[in-house]
């Protein structure tokens, strides 16, 4: 089979496709023909040794894959051969076939593309846990997400606004801002260049948010912390700004208020029941013409390089996959 490699620690420069000797299944595992492969940001991270997971060389990158079992064992979750699955595997999805503990396939439905559902696990995945497990968005909430015109602020977008939240999202131009909208947002604050806890309050009536979404960090954070409602909740997300605020938790105090933390890579771990849940969720509404996932681009096994160069120059306005047919 062939699969891409990462040979040497330098991004995109560091990988070559090759032919491979196909998996071989052990205990619980199923054997995946590859169609597609999601790639994200942490690909670039992951293939330069800046990742909090650090593979042996030479390794394929590819965190989200989605194709058809091509042999499998018979399995309490019923999955079986031929049955089109998608499946978060944190690397080795760059590649023709790959083995998959049973326990991480979820069943895609007919009428979603394989491309498509490649691309779903880690935003939306992220998304819906945060909102819905860690942050219990409910229908007729406020919810601020930051970065909102990024990857992971658009799924929140969108999923934040299927739940049946008010979306006011938080961007840093006015380019980002008709990102923003399109995904879904009612409201949109430009910063840097506003005051966030004041532009929230106005926005709500005073009132405040009941959830932020947080994926940039910096000086973003303690402005919106000040601007949650009485119990809302503050969802730590990621640091794009690159520096992780200290918060004075008097903060939370005063509006009887939680700061919960979203890792999602560590829950699916943890919780593989409850993030497929999730993503037969997310499935259905994609399926339903509900959730319609961008893609930025497709490219061919053997284009890997020029693709992850795409998201190592943060030019992808939607998601990156690999085709391996």
Not at 202 to 225: H, K, M, Q, R, W
Request: proline letters at 6%; a neutral charge; one cysteine or more.
């Amino acid at each position: 089979m062939k699969a891409a490699l990462c040979k040497r620690l330098d991004g995109p420069a560091g990988l070559v496709v090759e032919t491979r000797p196909e998996p071989v299944a052990r205990e619980g595992e199923a054997i995946i023909r590859v169609a597609a492969a999601g790639l994200n940001f942490a690909d670039t991270l992951i293939t330069r040794g800046k990742y909090q997971f650090k593979p042996e060389l030479p390794f394929s990158p590819g965190a989200e894959i989605a194709g058809v079992v091509d042999a499998v064992e018979p399995n309490e979750f019923g999955i079986h051969v031929e049955q089109p699955v998608m499946a978060y595997v944190n690397w080795g999805g760059a590649a023709e076939k790959i083995a998959v503990d049973v326990s991480k396939l979820v069943p895609i439905p007919a009428g979603v593309p394989l491309t498509v559902a490649a691309g779903l696990s880690v935003t939306y995945g992220t998304a819906i846990h945060g909102l819905a497990d860690r942050g219990k968005l409910k229908a007729g909430e406020t919810v601020v997400v930051t970065g909102a015109a990024g990857g992971a602020g658009q799924a929140a977008v969108e999923i934040a606004k299927l739940i049946g939240a008010r979306v006011i999202a938080v961007v840093s131009s006015n380019d980002k801002a008709a990102v923003a909208r399109a995904a879904g947002a009612d409201e949109i604050i430009l910063f840097p260049g506003s005051d966030l806890k004041t532009e929230v309050r106005n926005l709500t009536g005073g009132n405040g948010a009941d959830v932020v979404y947080d994926c940039v960090g910096g000086e973003a954070s303690e402005p919106l912390i000040r601007a949650l409602a009485w119990q809302g909740r503050f969802l730590v997300v990621g640091f794009a700004a690159g520096d992780i605020p200290k918060i004075p938790l008097n903060l939370l105090l005063l509006r009887g208020a939680e700061i919960a933390g979203v890792f999602w890579g560590e829950a699916v771990m943890r919780d593989p029941a409850g993030h497929r849940a999730n993503m037969t969720k997310v499935l259905e509404w994609v399926r339903e013409g509900r959730l319609r996932p961008r893609i930025h681009g497709t490219y061919p096994l053997d284009k890997i390089a020029e693709a992850l160069s795409v998201l190592d120059r943060r030019e992808a306005t939607g998601k990156i996959v690999i085709t391996m047919g």
